[in-house]
């Protein structure tokens, strides 16, 4: 992606916009000082911003700091597909099923997504 980028720089594209539908690492937005661990998300981000996109989107992120990990020249959206999942599961015509997270800090949206 990041070649992407900077190649659409390269050629003289008007503008480049990027969609992340996911982002790896983004639960590493932070580190303990005594850990000795790098902030995976943000160092992925800044990556990213410094081949200047005009746009990036991310969708679901776990959290948004990576959102503000540039000086401001990037224009950055977070999208919630909460209730895109909601409809696709409504739609599927099921009796009983079971909504399931990955981690305690996910274990939230879940519940958001189980009262839609």
């Not at 900077?6 to 594209?13: D, E, I, M, P, V």
């Not at 008007?14 to 661990?37: A, D, F, Q, W």
């Not at 909460?82 to 949206?109: C, H, Q």
């Amino acid at each position: 992606m990041i070649d992407l980028i900077a190649g659409a720089r390269y050629w003289n594209a008007r503008s480049v916009n990027v969609v992340i539908p996911y982002l790896g690492y983004s639960t590493m937005e932070r580190s303990k000082p005594e850990s000795g661990e790098i902030p995976k998300g943000i160092t992925r981000t800044r990556q990213i911003f410094r081949t200047r996109p005009n746009y990036v989107a991310f969708v679901d992120l776990h959290s948004e700091a990576v959102l503000h990990a540039h000086s401001g020249e990037v224009r950055t959206r977070h999208l919630w597909t909460e209730t895109l999942a909601a409809e696709k599961i409504r739609n599927m015509d099921l009796k009983d099923y079971v909504l399931v997270s990955p981690d305690y800090g996910f274990s939230k949206r879940v519940a958001l997504l189980a009262g839609i």
